[in-house]
């Protein structure tokens, strides 16, 4: 399966951005699917996850801001982002998986939040 993140850019703090995640392949309904983000100097972590049922989890410093969808005819997964912060701004990749990514990491997409 190949990933390909989209969707990142420049917004000043309070701002908002979608990112999009496409997929390749036919397993995508069945795989749950996460987004990820690295900051420089820090480890990846996981911001938002969506199993195949549709079912959500998020980490404590993105809830209630950030939304993670998917569009299994689209084979697309997405993430609105609102109230965006500095502390945002990170590289945010895509992957398959709940627990453990299970692809290859794409390049994934530069999120800069200016403040």
């Known amino acids: 399966v190949q990933l390909q993140a989209s969707g990142g850019g420049l917004v000043q703090a309070g701002g908002s951005l979608r990112l999009s995640c496409a997929a390749s392949?036919?397993?995508?309904?069945?795989?749950?699917m996460g987004w990820y983000r690295q900051a420089p100097g820090k480890q990846r972590e996981l911001v938002a996850r969506?199993?195949?049922?549709?079912?959500?989890n998020y980490v404590d410093s993105v809830k209630g801001r950030f939304a993670i969808s998917r569009d299994n005819a689209k084979n697309t997964m997405y993430l609105q982002m609102n109230s965006l912060k500095p502390e945002d701004t990170a590289a945010y990749y895509c992957?398959?998986?709940?627990?453990?990514?299970?692809?290859?990491w794409g390049q994934g997409t530069q999120v800069t939040v200016s403040s």
């Open positions: 992957n398959r998986g709940w627990t453990t990514p299970l692809d290859t």
């Open positions: 392949g036919s397993t995508f309904s069945l795989s749950s």
């Open positions: 969506i199993s195949s049922g549709g079912s959500t």
